[in-house]
């Protein structure tokens, strides 16, 4: 193993704020050592942001986020450095995820040159995609399959509506629905739609036009859909409330959310109806009779294993929306946060990374 530097270069949350005020661009964060059983050292090549991380720098003070001060970030693509006894080699190609909980507790994010973090959160990279192109995949991925395979239990022959089929986790739903062998049906604004069918939907809805909701009451496909999949994280209740005219009886409505974009009193209010609308509001008061699931995702290794195996077979193509140097970090997060995406943003750890 060639010499590793003492320190390293990182984007550190060190507040409570948007990324300007909560990040700082540090050269000085110690590279971790001390590997316990399991762990691996790796190599950021490139990472990729997700909005639960400006989410969380908007929303969490120090005191209720107990890692700070931490490196950014969840995915990342990168170089084994120290295979540690696992399976990995110094030299593998990875890609794969620090899910949040495990981020603040081992104080590790991919916004740095050197991540520690377990084996079993990695896979090897295809060659058939790049670094870039891996960077973004792990955490939208076990969302969208968590969603449709392991809560949704999706068939083939069936309908699914994917709420927000531009979005990065929309975009993998619909390749992993295709997958699975169902007939999808994506909503976008109308720029959207030839990205949307890039990604195989079957369908479109340009949801700007018409409440999504009054459209698909007055269009109710036949059948009726057995999953709609919200990959919005909608604060407002009506896609779900009125969904017996489009949802079949035995269906789900499954969701990334509600998460509320800040902290302000409208935000937090429209998320509390939004719950109580649809998942605490028992059928006698009202409740609408269909299922209903808010989850977040959770890593499982046979998940990631199953999602590399289809990136290889070329079943998932990962999305791209734009790459950015690392000193250029806040520009991507400004693109993150426009919520205007198509694929995921990525950025340059290793600048001479393609
Ligand atoms: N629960 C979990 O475990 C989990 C995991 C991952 C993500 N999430 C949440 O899921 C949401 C999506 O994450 P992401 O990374 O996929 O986001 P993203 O890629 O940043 O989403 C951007 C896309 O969303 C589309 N969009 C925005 N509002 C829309 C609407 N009302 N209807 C349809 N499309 C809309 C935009 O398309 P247009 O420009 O055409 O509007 C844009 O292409 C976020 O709120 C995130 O926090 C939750």
């Known amino acids: 193993m060639s010499v590793l530097p003492e320190t390293q270069r990182a984007w550190i949350v060190e507040r409570r704020g948007l990324p300007s005020k909560a990040l700082r661009l540090r050269s000085d964060w110690e590279v971790p050592s001390k590997l316990k059983e399991g762990q691996v050292l790796v190599k950021v090549q490139a990472a990729a942001l997700n909005p639960v991380g400006y989410k969380l720098m908007k929303i969490l003070p120090n005191f209720a986020h107990s890692g700070r001060p931490l490196p950014a970030e969840q995915d990342l693509a990168g170089v084994i450095v120290d295979g540690n006894g696992t399976h990995f080699s110094a030299g593998d190609q990875v890609f794969g995820f620090i899910p949040v909980e495990l981020s603040q507790a081992t104080r590790q994010g991919s916004l740095a040159q050197y991540v520690r973090m377990p084996a079993d959160h990695l896979v090897l990279r295809p060659p ?12 939208v991925s076990e969302t969208a399959y968590e969603g449709l395979i392991d809560i949704g239990k999706i068939e083939a022959g069936q309908t699914v509506l994917i709420n927000g089929g531009s979005s990065a986790v929309g975009a993998y739903a ?19 739609e030839t990205f949307v069918r890039k990604m195989g939907a079957d369908e479109f809805i340009d949801y700007t036009k018409t409440p999504l909701h009054e459209y698909l009451a007055a269009n109710p496909p036949s059948p009726k859909f057995h999953i709609i999949l919200d990959a919005v994280a909608l604060i407002d209740p009506s896609l779900y409330t009125y969904s017996p ?14 998460m509320p974009k800040d902290t302000s009193g409208s935000e937090l209010w429209k998320t509390v109806k939004t719950v109580f609308a ?9 409740g609408t009779k269909r299922k209903y699931k808010i989850f977040m995702v959770k890593h499982r290794k046979s998940r990631l294993d199953d999602i590399q195996k289809m990136v290889s077979d070329g079943l998932i193509v990962p999305p791209v929306d734009s790459v950015y140097e690392f000193d250029d ?5 400004d693109r993150q946060m426009s919520a205007r995406a198509t694929g995921k943003i990525i950025i340059k750890v290793d600048p001479n990374v393609s």
């Open 128 to 139: 058939s995609v790049s670094p870039i192109e891996a960077a973004g995949i792990t955490l």
């Open 174 to 192: 619909i390749q992993i629905a295709k997958a699975k062998g169902a007939k999808v049906v994506a909503t976008a604004s109308a720029k959207n």
């Open 329 to 333: 970090a806040l520009k991507a997060y």
């Open 245 to 258: 005219a489009y949802l079949a009886p035995n269906g789900i409505f499954i969701t990334t959310g509600p």
């Open 278 to 286: 649809a998942y605490l509001r028992p059928t006698w008061l009202g």
